[in-house]
């Protein structure tokens, strides 16, 4: 009788344990989703100096300058000599423009540019290439160099800098982009430097 009665038992017992064994399981799986999953809507986080994906930008035109170039909207606007620079935060674009009979060089720029780059505050070497951009062929220079003071805290950081010399009938145009050290501002920089257009 206690053999018919164990029987009789045995396959609801089963049944129940393997229900809450999937349950279990089932709970288990959509916890580890909802820890694991990122939202969509969340706030899009910025490590200092990366310059936000929805960054507008507009275009800027020297007075009596041949070109025009787009800058990031809403950063500040400052003169400095004969070049204007935009800056927000940790990041720059430096515009200037100058007469020059020739078209830059890598050689050229090796031999006249970057020895005055060496003094600059904690300057390490990168490299002097060619590039092709919207305007055409340019000179890129990339080092890396100590930022100007911080205005309260007197501090510097590293700054990546790239230097860009473009040319066309005797006016050179040089944009200097510059941002804290590891930000990742490459589409942002290859917005500005590829929308340099030559107006006349």
């Not at 000179?139 to 100590?146: D, F, M, S």
């Not at 473009?166 to 929308?195: M, Q, Y």
């Amino acid at each position: 009788m206690t053999e018919m009665v164990s029987a009789r038992f045995a396959a609801p017992l089963v049944t129940l344990v393997t229900v809450a064994l999937l349950a279990g399981c089932g709970q288990s799986a959509t916890h580890r989703t909802g820890t694991s999953a990122p939202d969509p809507n969340a706030p899009e986080v910025n490590a200092p100096g990366d310059i936000p994906d929805n960054q507008v930008f507009v275009p800027f035109s020297p007075a009596e300058d041949r070109f025009t170039v787009k800058v990031p909207e809403g950063w500040a606007r400052a003169t400095d000599g004969a070049a204007t620079v935009f800056t927000d935060k940790f990041n720059s674009v430096r515009v200037e423009s100058l007469r020059r009979t020739q078209a830059p060089t890598v050689r050229t720029a090796t031999a006249e540019e970057l020895p005055p780059l060496t003094s600059l505050p904690d300057y390490k070497p990168g490299s002097v290439d060619s590039v092709r951009r919207g305007a055409g062929e340019a000179v890129l220079i990339t080092y890396e160099a100590a930022s100007a003071p911080d205005s309260v805290t007197g501090k510097t950081i590293t700054d990546s800098v790239e230097r860009y010399e473009f040319w066309h009938d005797g006016l050179e145009v040089i944009l200097t982009l510059s941002g804290p050290k590891g930000a990742d501002n490459v589409d942002p920089w290859r917005t500005v430097t590829d929308s340099l257009r030559w107006t006349r």
